[in-house]
């Protein structure tokens, strides 16, 4: 959904996003093909 051509604000807002994620305690890594996928049961719908 952030890729989608009328999402045109969340490069911009993706900064302040990270800075608050990052004071809630959360980390970010890089993913790299040693990265095992998150599979979620039934997908994002079911």
């Known amino acids: 959904m952030h890729d ?3 999402k045109v604000t969340t490069v911009e ?3 302040r996003i ?8 959360y980390a970010f890594g ?3 093909p040693k990265v095992a996928p998150v599979l979620f ?3 994002f719908n079911g």
């Open 4 to 6: 989608a051509a009328a």
């Open 13 to 15: 807002a993706l900064p």
């Open 18 to 25: 990270i800075k608050y994620l990052k004071q809630q305690g």
């Open 30 to 32: 890089v993913i790299t």
């Open 41 to 43: 049961p039934g997908g």
